[in-house]
């Protein structure tokens, strides 16, 4: 069993940055591949960044070059750095684990049935 904490959320006008955490239990961390994932109201929940034990990242057309996500094995937490943001990207952020490792490529990772632990969600909200 893996269980996932967010934080970091917040209220933040628009052009601004938050950094979520998310700490995860368990031994086996640095070999998890971990993802983020988001939920705005009335929409399905969508991909946003993934990340391999590795450091190997992908991410969302939509957040590439604003938003980083990055790992520190040794504290079990990924990170995501989100900067210039919008009000688009108001939402409900969760941390996923996939701790049964697959294929490592774009339409694997941004699958969300492919990831075993979810944490609670963080809200994230931008205004105008």
């Known amino acids: 069993q893996v269980q996932l904490v967010e934080s970091g959320g917040g209220l933040v006008q628009a052009g601004g940055s938050l950094r979520l955490s998310c700490v995860a239990s368990g031994r086996s961390f640095s070999t998890y591949q971990m993802g983020w994932f988001r939920q705005a109201p009335g929409k399905e929940r969508e991909f946003v960044a993934a990340i391999r034990w590795s450091g190997g990242t992908y991410y969302a057309d939509s957040v590439k070059g604003l938003f980083t996500i990055s790992r520190d094995n040794a504290k079990n937490t990924v990170y995501l750095e989100m900067n210039s943001l919008k009000p688009e990207d108001t939402a409900v952020y969760y941390c996923?684990?996939?701790?049964?490792?697959?294929?490592?490529?774009?339409?694997?990772?941004?699958?969300?049935?492919?990831?075993?632990?979810w944490g609670q969600g963080t809200q994230v909200t931008v205004s105008s």
């Open positions: 996923a684990a996939r701790i049964i490792v697959g294929s490592w490529n774009s339409d694997s990772v941004s699958q969300s049935n492919n990831y075993q632990y």
